[in-house]
């Protein structure tokens, strides 16, 4: 008898323990996780511009419009709509003409945008490593007569190819300075001489050049592998 009567104590102590175990699990709180709408806030019709308004009003006949909202940042409207027929949804972005955009093809086009810009800036030539005609640098404007024959010599042979911009002459150095342009297709060049009219070759800064043009050419390549293919 005395174990009969343990045992049902043992069975209701076990059956008491499962009812508060589930009643513990039940009063658990429910975790929601809310997030971000990529920096779309809502908003209502009267605060956006005329031609978005216009825009979105154009739709009522064949939308109900759920969700409007506006991203500062990007300058876009989305709009939720929901057909009245088959009360299917569908979503919208205006940009702030009021001109419907697809969202992936835009983002696109702004990528492609800023790599020609980047390509743009890349082709302009090194300014560092070329001569400015237009720097002083100790050299004086001179008449070709104040000049010794080898120098006047050597600037009138180029004269039959190129037209003489100005002559200058830096005396610590003992150089000519010659600007000219090409007289067939008025592209720009200095010619620099020494005392015995010979030209001088500006190797160091031809191979600087060189490789300034082989890093932009560069450049452009991995630029353009990154532009979208459409």
Do not use: C
């Amino acid at each position: 008898m005395k174990k009969m009567i343990l045992s049902i104590a043992v069975i209701a102590g076990m059956f008491l323990m499962t009812n508060l175990n589930v009643a513990t699990a039940s009063e658990k709180p429910s975790i929601s996780i809310v997030t971000e709408d990529d920096g779309f806030v809502e908003v209502r019709l009267q605060d956006l511009n005329e031609n978005i308004q216009a825009s979105i009003n154009a739709l009522t006949s064949e939308y109900d419009v759920q969700t409007l909202k506006y991203n500062e940042e990007k300058k876009l409207t989305k709009v939720v709509l929901i057909k009245k027929d088959d009360q299917s949804t569908k979503k919208v972005y205006f940009n702030e003409n009021g001109e419907k955009i697809e969202k992936d093809n835009d983002a696109n086009q702004n990528v492609e945008r800023e790599s020609i810009q980047q390509i743009e800036q890349i082709q302009q030539p090194p300014f560092a490593v070329l001569d400015d005609p237009n720097q002083n640098d100790g050299f004086v404007e001179v008449k070709l007569e104040d000049l010794n024959e080898n120098v006047q010599s050597a600037i009138r042979e180029i004269g039959n190819t190129y037209d003489i911009s100005t002559i200058t002459y830096s005396s610590d150095k003992k150089i000519t300075k010659v600007i000219s342009k090409n007289k067939a297709d008025q592209t720009e060049k200095v010619f620099k001489f020494d005392d015995e009219g010979k030209e001088l070759q500006h190797k160091a800064k031809d191979k600087e050049f060189e490789k300034a043009q082989e890093q932009r050419e560069e450049q452009i390549e991995n630029i353009e592998t990154q532009l979208p293919l459409w």
